[in-house]
């Protein structure tokens, strides 16, 4: 059974994400870390997150109901391009092992809150639920050893639109579903 996550995001372009990559790897080799060759084409910032969802016929149901609710607030969603740059390097903590090691930041990442925020207003408009908690981040990769929050400025890339994605769950897989403009 294939567990499927529902997400909002903003995906660098491929050239952005190759240079981000290339940045996790300088990453690892200063910090001692471990790496897996990374995977461009799943570097991202989560803006909303839908939930999860199995290939039970009631939960694929349910899925599909709030995809449809989900783009459609999308579609009524007017909002400019989005700058994304990052100030800060840090592990997130809330687990044991297999800790995230992401770029996040202060100030330069306000227009994804904004965006973040705009998109809030129309997912909760169609009657959907979204999580009131938000760190904006990119994850580089993942390893057992906690970074501790510190400067670290990388620039990112103008975000020119946003897409809704499947992750297949324990698949290191990401399905584009829809994307939108941003102009």
Known sequence: MTVHALFFCLRPDPATAARLSAVSVDI????????????????????????WYDDTTD??????EVRQLAEDAAAALRHGP???DFDQLLSFTRKPRNLPLVLSG??????????RAALGERLHAAGLRTDPHFTPHLTLFYDDVAVEPQP??????????????DSL?????HVDLARWPLD
């Not at 939960?59 to 599909?64: H, I, R, S, V």
């Not at 202060?106 to 965006?115: E, F, T």
């Not at 769950?169 to 897989?173: D, H, L, P, V």
């Open 106 to 115: 202060g100030v330069c990442l306000d227009g994804a809150r904004a965006m």
């Open 59 to 64: 939960q694929a149901e349910t899925m599909a």
């Open 28 to 51: 690892a080799r200063r910090f001692g870390l471990r790496i897996r060759p990374p995977r461009t084409e799943r570097l991202h910032v989560t803006l909303h997150h839908l939930g």
């Open 152 to 165: 670290f400025i990388v620039p990112g890339w103008t975000a020119s639109e946003f897409l809704l994605l």
């Open 82 to 84: 989005v700058r994304v």
């Open 169 to 173: 769950q324990g698949q290191s897989t």
